[in-house]
């Protein structure tokens, strides 16, 4: 069986994990391994900061806070997304105003935001889709426009960027996730970018349960207290130290997934010139990180037949996002402004095939064949 996927392992994990119990004495948050994690996003990003968090739910829900939106207040976003992306903004009363996607990218639709923004509106977040960037340039300028804040939920853009910008530090927060689904990962884990050095301060004392005791650490202060409302965001040693690991190899991870990504692309593109499947569109100011790799079949039908006939083939691949303005709780907090064109259409016909670290050529050729075969028996009408 192939399965969809197959969690990182790039090899010294276990080694870290026994270092930091049985050397470093240290299993909380912050130690040499969230630190060492914490530098490596940095550097590669050029972020005033980096905080690793528990998930990239719970960076997403940090951004949210550090906003200060309030109740009754509206974010523009897309409804394609994970839910936490909303979730975040719900937690705190906010609304949620759906707009449109592409269907070229299934990012939103930048021409459609400036028409769903109000006197409520605070803010605009961004999914940056597989690891492809939204049309930032567009986005930032209406929200300096507006005087809005931008919050990029970049869970699935960790290492990929927008004119050579890293995605998560061109808004004035960036969401990573390290989930075991993710390019990198931890587990459960995620990260915090922080644009702007003069909202660092505030930042850490939201993850430290509302206490100045990051300043306590650095030894700025002789003893720490409870200086506002807060939570507990930060992660442990051992989810630290199995992400730094995977740090240490980040180009190799990229360039793997990357490889397969177009060996996928160069052996479906016979069956996309048919006009049988569409497969994704990377626009050129955009660098990706091989985060999914996707086709879109002709409808919901289609890619019901295809998914239970790769499952026969022992290939697992996967739909996902059913749209938020569908589900319950988006009808309860949300709303969709404009009209849904493409989200719940596209959202229907796109189909996730197997991409990991792990992942061979032989498994990328093996599954391309069977997508083949599937349209070869299917024969257009
Ligand atoms: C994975 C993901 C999240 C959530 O990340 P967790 O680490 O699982 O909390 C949020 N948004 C998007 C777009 C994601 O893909």
Known sequence: MIQFNVPPYAGPEMEYLEKA??????ISGDGEFTKKCRQFIEERTGTAACLLTTSGTSALEMASHLTRIERGEEVIMPSYTFCSTADAFVLRGAVPVFVDIRPDTMNI????????????TRGIAVVHYAGVSCEMDTIT???????????????????????????????????YSFHETKNYSMGEGGALLIRDAGRVEDAEIL?????????????????????????????????????????????????????????????LQPLADEGRIELPTVPAECQHNAHMFYIKAADLAERTKLISFLRENDILSVSHYIPLHTAP??????????????????????????MFYSLTEEQVDYICDKVKEFYGKHACV
């Open 21 to 26: 119990a049985a050397v470093n004495h240290r």
């Open 109 to 120: 639709d930048e021409k459609l935001i400036e028409d769903a923004i109000t006197d409520k």
């Open 141 to 175: 300028e209406i929200a300096r426009r507006h005087g809005l804040f931008v919050v990029e939920d970049a869970a699935q853009a960790v290492m990929a960027s927008y004119k050579g910008k890293p995605l998560g530090t061109i808004g004035d927060f960036g969401c």
């Open 207 to 267: 993850r430290e349960k509302g206490t100045n005791r990051s300043k306590f650490f650095r030894g700025q202060i002789d003893k720490y207290t409870w200086v506002d409302y807060g939570s507990s965001y930060l992660p442990s040693e051992l989810n630290a130290a199995y992400l730094a690991a995977q740090f240490e190899v980040a180009d190799r991870i990229n360039k793997a997934r990357l490889a397969r990504w177009a060996q996928y692309y160069e052996e």
């Open 329 to 354: 709780a988006g009808k309860k907090y949300c709303c969709f402004h404009g009209e849904d064109r493409f989200t719940t259409r596209e959202s229907e016909r796109l189909l996730r095939l197997p």
